[in-house]
C-alpha cells in the first residue's frame, strides 16, 4: 500500500507512520516529492488495517495497491471458472438460460411455466419459493410447498431448479429441493447468510446489490469462496441510479469489468433491471453480445394474471423468439447456447 | 389508485381494465380527457397488486395515490411517537446520544469508552459485537464474549446498551444483553430478520440501507410494526451518491422528510456517513439543528488503534466539546439534550 | 393533470383549487376517495405551471399525465425520424458509425484517423477542435486551425464531419465546415446554445448529460426542435453512478426506452463512457443487439500519443475488426450497417 | 504521481514507462513488490497527460498524489479568502443571505420581495432575468427589463444585487446592473462561459453542479481563478441522487468538505435542493450549524402565484423568523450573521 502523508507533515509524524508499517513487518520505501512525502509499504497487508494506517497523525491519505479480493480474482486463477451441474456447464465458452416465473404460484402455472423454458431450449427452471417483497402485505411466496412444486417439475421436465433462499435456517431445506441456491440483490451482503452458505456444495448464484460497486460484488463472492464454496455464478440485475424511466440501470460494462478482474461466470437478469417485457428482450441480446455467461429471464404463462412482476415477464412466445435471437448472437461471439 | 390508458388504448381494453377493477371491488371514475383516458379506482389496493394492473393490455401506468405503508405513517398516528426504556425516553421534544466504538475489542477499551460517554452526558453505549464487514478476512467483532462486555458495562455505569444482530439466530442472545437491538444498513432489507425482530419487545434501531429510499425505509420499518414491535427508531447513515470525497453522503433532509410522512423518531450517525472525525462535529451539529431526535457517534479512547473505523472515531475529548456545542443548538430548536 | 389533496384538506381547499384551474381554462372531476380527495383537471397545461398549482394550500401532490414534450414525443410523429445529409441516412433501419480521434491534433493524426475510419467501413469522421476539458491547464483543442482540416479531411476522403460546438459565438463557423454539430454532455441543459442551434438548418448531435434523465434529455431535444431544427440525433455517453471501475455507466436501456417515446434516432458512445478501449467492443455490440441507430467511437492512429483520451481509444486494427463484428450482429436484429 | 504495473508486466514494459516519464523531466522512485511493481514519478504533473501515461503498455492504472486545482486550493492559501464588495463581506467569520424570488416577475413582487429581504436583515437580493428552464415553453425570464428592475431595487433598498448569467454574449450587460453574477448549477461545467467570466472584476457565484464531485466544482473555480477572477463564491444547491422524495438531495457535507480542500468561500441553497418550502427551514438551520459562509433562500411576497419554484418559497414572515433562528445559530459556531 502507498501512504500519502499531508502537505506540512512533521519529520516525526513520518517516522511514527514508519515505525508502526515496520512493526507489522512492512518493508518500506521513502519518496519525498516537492509537495508531499509518499511511503510505499510492502508486506502482508492482512497484518494491519487500512483505516488504522490511515488514522494516524499526519497521514493524508493511503492507496491500496492490490484487489482486496484473492479468491475471486484473476491473479488467483487465470483460466475461466466452469461450473458443472450433471453434464451441464456454465462458464468458458457455454451460456445457460434461468427462466420461469417470479414466484411459484400453483402447480399449473409452474408446469406451463417449465413446459415453455424447455420448448425453447433453456436448461435451468427458475421460480421463487421464498420471496422478499418490499412490503409485508405482498405474497411473500409458498414458501416450502413452491420448493415441493420446483422438485416436482424437475422430475417431469428434465430441467435443474435455481431458487432463493432467504434466511440460514432453510439453507438445508432450499438445497434438498434445487440445483443451484440464488442470493437476492438485497441479501448481497448478508454476510451471516454467505458464510452459512460457503459450508453446502451446491453452485450459488449471487445477485449484485442494488447499490454494490463491483469490487464488493466480488468480495461477497469471496465470503462464499473462503469459507469453500467455489462455485458461485456472479449475475447482474440492474443498479440503482437517479434514472427512473427503467426499474433499475441494467450495468452490461459490469460484463467486461468482472471478465477482467475476475475468474467467475457473470450472467444478467434484464427482467429485474428494466421491469418492463418490452425492454428484456433488446437488453438479453444485448447482455449476449457483450460476452456474459448466461441470462436469468422471467417467464410466466398469463402475465396479467401473475401475483409478482407480471408487468416484466416475457410471454412462452416471446421467449422462444428470444431464444432464437440469442442463439444467432451468441455465434457472431463465439459462444454455445 | 389511478391509471392511466396509453394513447391508443382501445375501448375494449378500458372496458377490460374496469371490469377487472370492479370485480375486485372497487368502484370506477372515468375521465376521458383529448389524449388519456384516466381510470381512478377506489377501494381496498391491497385486493390487487399494482403490478397486476400495470401488465394489463393498454395500460400506461398506474400513480399510486396513498403511500404504501400504512403503520409507520402520520395518516395513521398524528402525534410523534415517544419511544420509553425505564425513565429514558426518545422522541418527542427529547434528544439521545448513542456513543461508544465502533467495535467491541476489549474490556479496557469498552471501560474507557463507556466512561467517556457517560461524562459528556449521554445515556446510550453503541458497540458491536457482531460486525458486518465488507472483507471476510477483517475482524468479525468477539461476539457473545463482546455482548457480555457491553452488558457488564451497562451495570458499572448505569448507560443503556444498543448493538447490532446479524442473523435470525442470535436474535435472543442479543435481546438478553441489551435494550436496544440495531438492525445495520446492510441489512435494511432482510425481510426475514426484520419479521422475527417484529416479535420481540425491545425498541430496534433501524439504518436506513445505502440506497434505500425514504419510503422502503419506512417499509422495513412496517415490516417490524407489522409484526407487533411498535419501538422503531430510524437512524439515517449517508447514502450512496457518485461523490467519492465522504464515504457516503448524509442525507439530512431525511429528517424533516421522515417527519413530515411518520410519526417515529429519527436520528443520525455522521461517523458511518461520512467515514472522517474532522467531519462528524460540523455534521452533528448540523443534524441536531434540522430537527433529528438523537444521534449514534463513535467515540474510541485511541482511534488509532481501533480495530475497524478509527478515522471515523471521536476522542473523548472532541466528544465532550461537541456535546457542549450540539445542547446550545437543541436550546434553539426548543429540544432536550 | 392529476391534483391529490391532502389527508385533511377543507373543502375550501378543494374549492379554490377548482376555481385556480377554472378560471385558466380546465375541467374539473372530482373524485372523492376515503383518504383523499382527487381533483382531475383537463385542459391546456401550458395555462399554468405544475409548480403552481403545487403550491396552492392543501394541494399533496400533482400527477402530470402527459410527457412535457410534444415534438420530440411519439404522440407526435409515429414513425421513426430518418435524418438525411446527401445520399447518408441516419435511423430507420440504417446505422452510422462516426469515429476518429477524441481531439484533432495534428495533420497527420487527422488523416490517419480518417483513412482507417473510412477503410473499415464508417461514413463519419469525429475530431474535437474545441475541447470542453475539465481542467483549464489541458489542452483545450486546436480550435478553427483544427476546423479547416477536419474539411480539409473530408474533401480528401468523402468522409462527412461532426465536430463539436461549445458556445454560440462559434455556431456559424462550425456550422460551415462541418456537417453535423455536436453538443456535449456538459452543455445539454445549456438551454441558450441549444435556442441559437435551433435556427440552424444542419443536424445537431445531442449528447445526454452526465446526470440527465431520458425525460431532460428530450426536453433538451425539444428546445432544438420548437426552434425550427427538427434533425436530432441523441447520443448516450454514460451515465453517472457510484460505480467507479468504469469512467461512467453506459445506459444501453435508453435506446429501448428512447424508442418507445420518441421518434429521433439515438446512438451509442462506448468509448467515453467506459473510458477504457478493452470495454469499447463488447459495449459496442451490445449497442447494436440492443437496437441502436449507430455508434461513436474514438480511433487514433497511436493512442499512447494521444494528446486526450488514448486509454479509450481504439487502435486502426481493432477498429476494423470491430466494424466486421457489428456488421454481423447488425443483421441478427435487421438494421443496415 | 505512482504508477501501479499490471501483475504481468514485463521488465521492457517498465523500462519504457520510466524513459517516457524521464524524456518529460521526472525523477523516478521505483519499487518492486511482491505482486506488482510500482513507479513514483516525481515532477511536473502538467507536462504530460495521466491518459497518456495510463495508455501506455503495461500500466494497470495511475494514482495522482496532488489535488488538480492549485489556485483553489488550501495548499495555494491557508486562510480564508474573503470577498469584499463596498463594506459588505462574505468569508472569514462572516455569514452572508442572499434571498428574493427565483424569477423577477414584476416590478411590484421584486419590490415586496426586496422590502421583505431588507426588513429581516440580510443584505443582498436575489432575484433571476434570464431563467434558464428545462422546458421551452416555460417562463424564461423579463431578460434586460429584469436586471433594469433589480437595478432599480438596489438603489431604492441599498440591497446589493445577485444574478444569474446564462450566455458569454451577455456577461456585460449583466455585470452592468448586478453585483454578483451567477453561474447556475447547468452551466457549471460550461467552459467557455467560465473563461469569460474569470476576465470580469466582480465576484462569481459558482453553483455546484447537479452531478459534479467536490473536485469538479473546485476545478471550476479553477478556471475563473486561472483566468484572473479570484472572487469566487461556491455555493452547494443539492445533487442529484436516486431519492426522489426532494427534488434534489442536499449535501452538506460539502461544507466541511470544500472548507478542508480550499480557501474559497462556500454557501447553502436549501430552498433549490429540497424544492420545498416546508424543508428550506431546517435545511438552512443545519446549513449554518456546520460551518457555512451564507445561505441562498428563495422569498416570495405570494408563493402561490409565482411564476415559477412557488412550491420552495418563503413567505416573508417565514423568511423573518428563519432569520432569527439563523442567528442564534451563528452564535454557536462563532459566526457573524
Given at each position: 500500500m502507498i501512504i500519502v502523508m499531508n502537505h506540512g507533515a512533521t519529520t516525526h509524524e513520518v517516522e511514527m507512520v514508519c515505525q508502526r508499517l515496520q512493526k507489522e513487518g512492512f518493508s518500506i520505501h521513502m519518496s519525498e516529492g516537492v509537495e508531499r512525502t509518499i511511503i510505499g509499504a510492502i508486506g502482508d497487508k492482512s497484518r494491519i488495517s487500512l483505516s488504522t494506517v490511515e488514522s494516524l497523525?499526519?497521514?493524508e491519505k493511503i492507496v491500496p495497491i492490490?484487489?482486496?479480493?484473492?479468491?475471486?480474482g484473476r491473479d488467483f486463477r487465470q483460466e475461466d471458472t466452469i461450473i458443472r451441474i450433471g453434464d451441464v456447464e456454465i462458464g468458458g465458452g457455454q451460456m445457460q438460460v434461468f427462466a420461469g416465473p417470479c414466484a411459484v404460484e400453483s402447480w399449473e402455472q409452474l408446469m406451463e411455466s417449465a413446459e415453455a423454458v424447455k420448448a425453447a431450449g433453456a436448461r435451468f427452471l427458475r421460480g421463487g419459493a421464498y420471496k422478499p417483497r418490499s412490503s409485508p402485505y405482498s405474497f411473500q411466496g409458498l414458501e416450502e410447498a413452491g420448493l415441493k412444486m420446483l422438485a416436482r417439475a424437475r422430475e417431469l421436465t428434465g430441467l435443474l431448479v435455481v431458487t432463493e433462499v432467504i434466511d440460514p435456517g432453510s439453507i438445508e431445506r432450499v438445497a434438498y429441493y434445487s440445483d443451484v441456491l440464488q442470493v437476492g440483490a438485497r441479501n448481497m451482503q448478508n454476510f451471516f447468510l454467505l458464510r452459512e452458505l460457503s459450508k453446502i456444495n451446491k453452485p450459488i448464484l449471487l445477485k449484485r446489490g442494488l447499490s454494490a460497486t463491483i469490487e464488493e460484488w466480488l468480495m461477497a463472492a469471496e465470503y462464499l469462496m473462503a469459507g469453500g464454496n467455489y462455485d458461485v455464478i456472479l449475475c447482474e440485475r440492474g443498479i440503482r441510479t437517479f434514472e427512473t424511466y427503467t426499474r433499475n440501470t441494467l450495468d452490461l460494462s459490469a460484463i467486461p469489468a468482472v471478465k477482467q478482474l475476475s475468474h467467475l461466470p457473470v450472467i444478467i437478469d434484464p427482467s429485474h433491471a428494466t421491469g418492463k417485457w418490452q425492454m428484456v428482450r433488446p437488453m438479453a441480446r444485448a447482455a449476449v453480445a457483450a460476452g456474459c455467461d448466461g441470462l436469468m429471464i422471467e417467464v410466466h404463462p398469463n402475465p396479467t394474471e401473475a401475483l409478482c412482476d407480471g408487468p416484466q415477464s416475457l410471454t412462452p412466445e416471446n421467449f422462444g423468439a428470444l431464444m432464437n435471437e440469442l442463439r444467432a448472437i451468441a455465434e457472431v461471439v463465439h459462444k454455445k447456447l
Amino acid at each position: 500500500m502507498i501512504i500519502v502523508m499531508n502537505h506540512g507533515a512533521t519529520t516525526h509524524e513520518v517516522e511514527m507512520v514508519c515505525q508502526r508499517l515496520q512493526k507489522e513487518g512492512f518493508s518500506i520505501h521513502m519518496s519525498e516529492g516537492v509537495e508531499r512525502t509518499i511511503i510505499g509499504a510492502i508486506g502482508d497487508k492482512s497484518r494491519i488495517s487500512l483505516s488504522t494506517v490511515e488514522s494516524l497523525p499526519g497521514v493524508e491519505k493511503i492507496v491500496p495497491i492490490l484487489q482486496p479480493f484473492k479468491l475471486a480474482g484473476r491473479d488467483f486463477r487465470q483460466e475461466d471458472t466452469i461450473i458443472r451441474i450433471g453434464d451441464v456447464e456454465i462458464g468458458g465458452g457455454q451460456m445457460q438460460v434461468f427462466a420461469g416465473p417470479c414466484a411459484v404460484e400453483s402447480w399449473e402455472q409452474l408446469m406451463e411455466s417449465a413446459e415453455a423454458v424447455k420448448a425453447a431450449g433453456a436448461r435451468f427452471l427458475r421460480g421463487g419459493a421464498y420471496k422478499p417483497r418490499s412490503s409485508p402485505y405482498s405474497f411473500q411466496g409458498l414458501e416450502e410447498a413452491g420448493l415441493k412444486m420446483l422438485a416436482r417439475a424437475r422430475e417431469l421436465t428434465g430441467l435443474l431448479v435455481v431458487t432463493e433462499v432467504i434466511d440460514p435456517g432453510s439453507i438445508e431445506r432450499v438445497a434438498y429441493y434445487s440445483d443451484v441456491l440464488q442470493v437476492g440483490a438485497r441479501n448481497m451482503q448478508n454476510f451471516f447468510l454467505l458464510r452459512e452458505l460457503s459450508k453446502i456444495n451446491k453452485p450459488i448464484l449471487l445477485k449484485r446489490g442494488l447499490s454494490a460497486t463491483i469490487e464488493e460484488w466480488l468480495m461477497a463472492a469471496e465470503y462464499l469462496m473462503a469459507g469453500g464454496n467455489y462455485d458461485v455464478i456472479l449475475c447482474e440485475r440492474g443498479i440503482r441510479t437517479f434514472e427512473t424511466y427503467t426499474r433499475n440501470t441494467l450495468d452490461l460494462s459490469a460484463i467486461p469489468a468482472v471478465k477482467q478482474l475476475s475468474h467467475l461466470p457473470v450472467i444478467i437478469d434484464p427482467s429485474h433491471a428494466t421491469g418492463k417485457w418490452q425492454m428484456v428482450r433488446p437488453m438479453a441480446r444485448a447482455a449476449v453480445a457483450a460476452g456474459c455467461d448466461g441470462l436469468m429471464i422471467e417467464v410466466h404463462p398469463n402475465p396479467t394474471e401473475a401475483l409478482c412482476d407480471g408487468p416484466q415477464s416475457l410471454t412462452p412466445e416471446n421467449f422462444g423468439a428470444l431464444m432464437n435471437e440469442l442463439r444467432a448472437i451468441a455465434e457472431v461471439v463465439h459462444k454455445k447456447l
